[in-house]
């Protein structure tokens, strides 16, 4: 049973750059998280994904976007990249099951923005 | 706004010694509570989680974590650390309604001595 897995690795990418990251969930589940993680912090939440809707957005800038797919994997879009967004970003995946989700993360995409 | 502090920021044992992490969340409300663990090079793994029910949980591992509502409280125990127990310990909340997201303390970062 494959766990949720994310490309790429990592990313060296330079400021005002786009980027866009990849996840895909655990097998049986629907809903994909987003959180990034920079140094020394613990993840935060930037949105999160459930019928291909964006159904919570956390304190993130426009330039955070998504999307979900009909398979139910789902893209991390950040445009007009700034030296700050260098972090981890994690994709979490869940059943969509409301109070009752735990989520489930993959390993993450290193960004580094020169 | 909902917050979780992790008071330890860095803690070193020797093997055998007794575990006590704290986490402390500022929601008065209905929560859901998680403890993740991030082995060196892994990815974030779920310990234990609290939904409802009886407040002193147990996860794997040997791990188990008491929820003392009175005290917005979730700590994180374990009566004899190995040296594989070396990793980050994140604490996160999640309110029963109105949200999707996890919020985060900013993680202990545990060294177990052999």
């Known amino acids: 049973d494959a766990g949720v897995t994310q490309s790429p690795t990592h990313l060296i990418k330079t400021r005002g750059q786009q980027v866009t990251l990849r996840c895909s969930p655990k097998s049986g589940h629907d809903t994909v998280s987003w959180y990034q993680q920079a140094l020394g912090q613990g993840p935060q939440f930037i949105f999160q994904?459930?019928?291909?809707?964006?159904?919570q957005r956390g304190n993130f800038p426009d330039r955070f976007s998504g999307h979900q797919f009909p398979n139910y994997s789902s893209e991390l879009n950040v445009n007009a990249l700034l030296l700050g967004d260098s972090a981890l970003y994690l994709c979490a995946s869940s059943k969509g099951q409301g109070v009752l989700d735990t989520q489930y993360f993959g390993p993450g995409t290193r960004l580094t923005v020169l | 706004a909902q917050s979780v502090s992790q008071h330890n920021h860095h803690v070193i044992l020797s093997e055998a010694a007794s575990l006590e992490l704290g986490c402390n969340y500022s929601?008065?409300?209905?929560?859901?509570l998680f403890w993740y663990v991030q082995y060196p090079g892994q990815h974030l793994q779920l310990l234990l989680k609290y939904f409802s029910g009886d407040p002193l949980v147990k996860g794997i591992k040997g791990f188990e974590a008491e929820f003392i509502k009175s005290k917005f409280s979730f700590n994180l125990r374990k009566p004899s650390v190995q040296w594989s127990d070396t990793a980050e310990y994140f604490c996160?909340?999640?309110?029963?309604?109105?949200?999707?997201?996890?919020?985060f303390g900013t993680g202990t970062r545990l060294k177990v001595l052999a």
């Open positions: 929601y008065g409300g209905t929560v859901n």
């Open positions: 996160a909340v999640t309110r029963v309604s109105g949200t999707y997201k996890y919020i």
């Open positions: 994904y459930y019928e291909e809707e964006e159904r």
